[in-house]
């Protein structure tokens, strides 16, 4: 089996409340990574990470009563590596992750937490290993179908609303050909809202 040289963190973006970002910072404590946190005078809290190779500091921007990180980092400890991998999945974060390996790198794309593909590069050559055909949207689309009562569909639909907002400022700097879909989705949840409501 191939031996993990580091994972590049090319893009990491995560939103959260301020209870999920104190939650963040003891899923590191809790797998002994030493954490040290400082609160800005806006507001802000800059996460700081500490390994064997060195510190990855990771500045959550305040917004309302919502924080955001979007950043990008080289993790060469495998124990904070597969922490990271558990924050990016349990918070439900987007990125672009590169496992680097002698000879070959496996680059893994996430969406709200899940991976919807991946890809080997070796040299010029790209291969894809796996592609999710069914977006996770769907899926939340489904379960929101299937609850009872609109009040809870309504509350349903202000979280998700919250969640595209939050990835709409993201894609805007990172990955402005999204902002189409990203505004369709939206209209379709407002246009939703607003039949229930009514």
Not at 144 to 157: C, Y
Request: aromatic residues 10%; contains cysteine; hydrophobic residues 35%.
């Amino acid at each position: 089996m191939a031996q993990r040289l580091a994972t590049n963190y090319a893009k990491a973006y995560f939103t959260v409340n301020e209870e999920e970002l104190n939650q963040f910072v003891s899923l590191f404590t809790n797998e002994h990574i030493s954490v040290d946190v400082k609160v800005c005078d806006n507001g802000d809290r800059d996460v700081i990470l500490t390994d064997n190779s060195g510190e990855i500091q990771l500045s959550f921007a305040r917004s309302g009563n919502r924080y955001s990180c979007d950043s990008s980092y080289l993790i060469r400890d495998r124990q904070l590596a597969n922490v990271m991998r558990k924050a990016m999945k349990t918070f439900r974060g987007y990125g672009i992750v590169h496992r680097i390996y002698d000879g070959f790198t496996v680059v893994y794309h996430y969406d709200q937490g899940s991976v919807v593909s991946i890809h080997e590069l070796s040299g010029d050559e790209e291969v894809s290993i796996f592609e999710n055909t069914s977006p996770s949207v769907a899926n939340e689309l489904e379960a929101l179908f299937q609850q009872d009562g609109s009040e809870r569909e309504i509350e349903s639909l202000y979280q998700e609303t919250d969640r595209w907002l939050d990835l709409r400022n993201w894609a805007r700097s990172n990955a402005p050909e999204k902002l189409t879909a990203i505004d369709c989705r939206l209209a379709t949840l407002s246009k939703r809202m607003f039949e229930l409501e009514a």
